[in-house]
């Protein structure tokens, strides 16, 4: 299966006020949800190592899902960042510390489920998500980077949003980088 490599807008962040009231509405939204029993943190995957086309590998350190129907847009969202500051022991803090941020995106629109990606060789984390339409991941995305720019290297964040696939199918069937230019995002085969 062929990956399509989609980046339909500007990858920006939104603007402070307008990101930080929507992690805001989502944080609300998380409460009703977590109140609910509604988010899960499954196990299989964890402790998976994922390759990416640019040479790097993450571990799966953690899995969040969403009890909700099944995506009828499905769009894959893959986020990268590195932590400001965060060196040895400070990255097995940061995977303890990282459940506390599940309620800045369980509750945005379309949210369905997230791989958490331990830091690479380089020092970028990476989340890989599955999102219910390509609009709701940009918006996700665009609102997040103002919460990761506290925390993170400059210049460091950057995302990309795969209309059409399902983050497990963006796993499972890995693109080979043979004749393009690595991709950051990107799954190959190990």
Same mark, same amino acid.
């Given at each position: 299966?062929?990956?399509?490599?989609?980046?339909?807008?500007?990858?920006?962040?939104?603007?402070?006020?307008?990101?930080?009231?929507?992690?805001?509405?989502?944080?609300?939204?998380? /409460?009703?949800?977590?109140?609910?029993?509604? /988010?899960?943190?499954?196990?299989? $995957?964890?402790?998976?190592?994922?390759?990416?086309?640019? #040479?790097?590998?993450?571990?799966?350190?953690?899995?969040?899902?969403?009890?909700?129907?099944?995506?009828?847009?499905?769009?894959?969202?893959?986020? $990268?960042?590195?932590?400001? !500051? /965060?060196?040895?022991?400070?990255?097995?803090?940061?995977?303890?510390?990282?459940?506390?941020?599940?309620?800045?995106? /369980?509750?945005?629109?379309?949210?369905?489920?997230?791989?958490?990606?331990?830091?690479?060789?380089?020092?970028?984390?990476?989340?890989? !998500?599955?999102?219910? #339409?390509?609009?709701?991941?940009?918006? !996700?995305?665009?609102?997040?980077?103002?919460?990761?720019?506290?925390?993170?290297?400059?210049?460091?964040?950057?995302?990309?949003?795969?209309?059409?696939?399902?983050?497990?199918?963006?796993?499972?069937?890995?693109?080979?980088?043979?004749?393009?230019?690595?991709?950051?995002?990107?799954?190959?085969?190990?």
């Amino acid at each position: 299966m062929s990956v399509p490599v989609v980046v339909s807008e500007a990858q920006v962040p939104l603007p402070r006020r307008a990101a930080f009231a929507a992690v805001g509405r989502c944080a609300l939204a998380s /409460v009703g949800l977590l109140a609910h029993r509604r /988010v899960h943190v499954p196990r299989p $995957r964890d402790g998976r190592v994922v390759r990416f086309a640019d #040479g790097t590998a993450g571990r799966v350190y953690r899995e969040t899902t969403l009890d909700r129907p099944p995506a009828a847009q499905p769009c894959a969202l893959v986020v $990268r960042f590195r932590l400001r !500051y /965060v060196r040895g022991a400070g990255h097995r803090l940061f995977e303890w510390e990282s459940v506390l941020n599940t309620p800045m995106f /369980v509750g945005f629109r379309g949210f369905v489920s997230k791989l958490w990606v331990a830091h690479d060789e380089r020092g970028a984390y990476r989340g890989i !998500y599955e999102w219910d #339409g390509e609009r709701a991941a940009h918006d !996700y995305a665009r609102a997040l980077w103002q919460v990761l720019a506290l925390v993170s290297e400059p210049g460091s964040i950057d995302y990309r949003v795969l209309p059409g696939v399902h983050r497990d199918d963006l796993i499972a069937a890995p693109a080979s980088a043979a004749g393009r230019t690595p991709q950051w995002w990107q799954p190959v085969a190990a």
